[in-house]
């Protein structure tokens, strides 16, 4: 076999079972290792955003890394936004990226970049390959450092994909996970043995379904509330699953709601920081004289730590010093009349079916979603956690595609699914079940609220060109058409909600072009 | 005034006429400060990959900089692969980064990337402003440094823009072209005294009009033949211009076309290497033997060079050993019956009118085309130097901002098209007048070429989902009409025709699907 061939075995021996590509001449030996390959799927994007957008998607729904087959260094920097979104999420991603033989690298051709140098502002791990025979151990190094959580990205010069090769399946020496650190355990079991009023703030996977249940015995065992990142990269929820609040998106609000505790128990999260820097000059949304405690920090199994930290609360003589405050909400009601974004979400609280996927980059259309759907059937939703706009649409392709069997709803702003609108040929041309929500407000509206926030009452002919969508306004219905996407456009709630409720029951996928 | 403020006057003071923005909150000061600017116009981009290559459009049409607004890490990622071809094409852009505020920045905030690492890979020179005083030279040196046909990229925290500033309109430090080396003219002089079969080949500035008339002169004191590189960023062509031939783009072609000459000036250009590196081993087009000489290497003004060489070239006694071949290429007829790829190129350079700009990026469509092109009225042709595809769309806008008065002919491939589809956004919000062929081969032909080429027959299903576009089919027309640009398609040369003639007619943008 050839290094292309070896390479794609060893993926697919190390569990990679798809394959986002868009590929040039480089990446033709490895596009046909795949052709010739049982076991891998292979999807096209037709932009490597959309290619990695939904390797995000399929790595926040599966766990496991699918595979990103990208032309050099160009076609890296294309996806570099959303695998931003995907480092952020502490998504798993596998990336080969094709590079010049290693002859011809030197001679500077037009292509050339620094792909490595591109690399490393998202990517863990980074390698380019310097051995055919070391293409198998490469793979397997790549998809267990991608496990851990992060993208690992292997750069293979096309000289390499081509030389013989006798391949195999190694076991990786690179390790998804360090070893847990008791004294952070530890730590964490004092924080709640000293402190009343405290908060467990959760982050990846600890707010996977797995994670949510330790959470919710710990909370059991100590009274604490549960928190999420603002933008999680995904969260179980519903019927079933503790109830987890959100900290909110501006900095002011956020210190407000995390104010009142005494400790705060960090599990797979950062600590929170204010999204920008406002003038007023707030960066960390805790105070210093908060205690803080963290599990799961570098590479170490925060579910593993959550475990043990659990072994201990139960030997511990401490009961628990709160009440749970046990949300119940309400299902929502349906609304009528003429759309706005309360009843968008309201809407689609109403009708959302059980076991959806919620794709969320509704931006400031989708903000009081949250809130309406915790009491809902189970469901999971995923959101923009590096802040890189037009994840959704891409998302939303790797979502349908590793779990077939539920709908995908896409919740997305105008001006973030343009940046990724040829997304909807991949959804059209897979079939796959996604109802796209496109809230048309026709405005980066988030800028026209954070001139307002800085006091700009009325901006000028350019600063309205800068942020309006308008002149001419964008035809959703066309454009999803163009790709092969059947859509339609609704002023009101009734209409949306026929129009989801077709979505739903429709195979394929379906785009609903809200205006607002 | 502010920072911005200040950023803005120096920008305009340094000659900045135009701004391709897509902004977000880390840049609303220098919105806002571009929004009280006269003389400097406002153009959204609906991604960044289209602000970028609309500045590398402008850039190469003007011969000085556009500003490109963009959006932190990710925004500037989005818009990399454009200037790297901007970068190959030596196109002159200056392109301002908004950037967390400097109290902030250390707090990692989701939105964080490594901006420089990501700049370092296409400009030849950034900055992250240091102090909001300097924020007028910094700029300044920025401008100089683009000016030399480079990239220049300036990262601006937020607390610097709104920072009290004095401004000031400051002569750069920077220089935008070093010194010509006396001793490598004098050995391009020599090299045409030592050898009687001689090329020049000419790149980047060499090829506008200024370079091409040093370059007649020089061909009239020498006898040698002028070239051009394969993919040049610009070059002016047609009637009262040198003929230039290009190099052809699979590297047998472009060994064979250039293995004749004993002596090689290259002027402006870079040693022609291979596009990709088969395996057979081409790397270098010209051999060991073959003499080299080279004129504007480095930063060196290649047009003050080449006036030198002419001097010396008058004053010494040699002949010119060969006759001028005179092209003399007849105005091309119309074909007529259904289209490929030969009779859409021969239609347009039937009906181009004089002055048309052709931004050239129908890659397997549009390889006849220059060939049948040198002998028509003046017109200008850019092309994909640096080989990302997505440039043509976006470099069109840029074209049409530079040239209001020339007609914009956007020859375009569906796959390359794709890349930044919402350039018809701004084509039609701006209402410039480009006419878009859009030649609809439903495949990434070039890779199918390829695969021939290795040998690869009949490739299996996935190689086909990965090379081809159909499956839904793209619907060029309803997407133009979604973004606001009126289409039809087309499938015969007259119907092509009539087309062409309706888009050069109309102001405004037009696109024609041309079905292959």
């Not at 050099?72 to 920097?77: K, R, T, V």
Request: hydrophobic share 40%.
């Amino acid at each position: 076999m050839n290094g292309a061939q070896a390479l794609i075995e060893s993926a697919i021996s190390q569990g990679i079972e798809i394959c986002f590509a868009n590929a040039g001449t480089t990446e033709l030996p490895i596009v046909m290792a795949i052709d010739k390959a049982a076991g891998i799927k292979a999807v096209l994007g037709l932009f490597e955003g959309v290619c990695t957008g939904a390797a995000d998607g399929y790595g926040r729904l599966s766990g496991k890394p699918a595979m990103n087959l990208l032309h050099l260094g160009p076609g890296f920097a294309n996806g570099i936004a959303n695998l931003h979104n995907a480092r952020r999420a502490g998504t798993p991603v596998f990336n080969v990226i094709g590079e010049h033989a290693t002859w011809h690298r030197g001679s500077d051709p037009p292509l050339a970049m620094d792909i490595e140098g591109l690399s490393a502002t998202v990517s863990s791990w980074t390698r380019t390959n310097s051995s055919p025979s070391d293409l198998p151990l490469d793979v397997a190094n790549a998809v267990s450092i991608a496990l851990g959580g992060r993208i690992a990205s292997l750069i293979v010069p096309h000289d390499h994909q081509l030389a013989l090769c006798k391949g195999g399946r190694p076991k990786p020496v690179e390790r998804c996970f360090d070893t847990v650190d008791e004294s952070e355990v530890k730590k964490a079991a004092e924080l709640f043995m000293r402190h009343d009023r405290t908060a467990m703030l959760l982050g990846q996977r600890a707010l996977r379904k797995e994670g949510l249940m330790y959470a919710a015995e710990i909370q059991d065992l100590t009274g604490c509330n549960l928190l999420a990142e603002t933008f999680p990269g995904i969260i179980e929820r519903g019927a079933g699953l503790p109830d987890i609040g959100r900290i909110p998106y501006f900095p002011e609000h956020a210190v407000s709601r995390l104010s009142g505790y005494e400790g705060i128990l960090l599990a797979g999260a950062r600590e929170p920081m204010a999204f920008f820097g406002y003038p007023g000059g707030i960066s960390r949304i805790l105070r210093e004289d908060q205690a803080k405690a963290f599990l799961g920090t570098g590479r170490q199994d925060v579910l593993e730590a959550m475990g043990l930290l659990i072994d201990i609360l139960k030997s511990s003589k401490k009961k628990r010093q709160q009440e749970r405050k046990a949300d119940a909400p309400g299902h929502p009601g349906m609304p009528d009349g003429d759309l706005d974004p309360v009843k968008v979400c309201q809407t689609l609280a109403a009708l959302q079916p059980e076991g959806a996927i919620i794709v969320e980059e509704g931006l400031t259309t989708s903000m009081g979603y949250y809130s309406l759907t915790a009491g809902l059937a189970p469901h999971t939703i995923l959101s923009i956690s590096g802040g890189a706009i037009g994840y959704g649409m891409p998302c939303a392709i790797g979502a349908a595609l590793a779990c077939p069997d539920r709908p995908v709803i896409s919740f997305q702003a105008d001006g973030s699914a343009m940046y990724t609108v040829q997304a909807l040929w991949t959804q059209a041309r897979e079939g796959i079940n996604i109802t796209t929500l496109l809230c048309a407000n026709r405005a980066y509206k988030i800028l026209k609220m954070e001139l307002e926030r800085a006091g700009i009452k009325s901006p000028g002919i350019k600063a309205r060109a800068l942020t309006d969508l308008i002149g001419p306004d964008i035809d959703w219905v066309k454009i999803a058409g163009g790709f092969g996407v059947p859509a339609v456009s609704v002023t009101t709630a009734q209409e949306l909600a026929r129009a989801i409720n077709r979505g739903l029951l429709e195979p394929g996928p379906f785009l609903i072009e809200i205006v607002l």
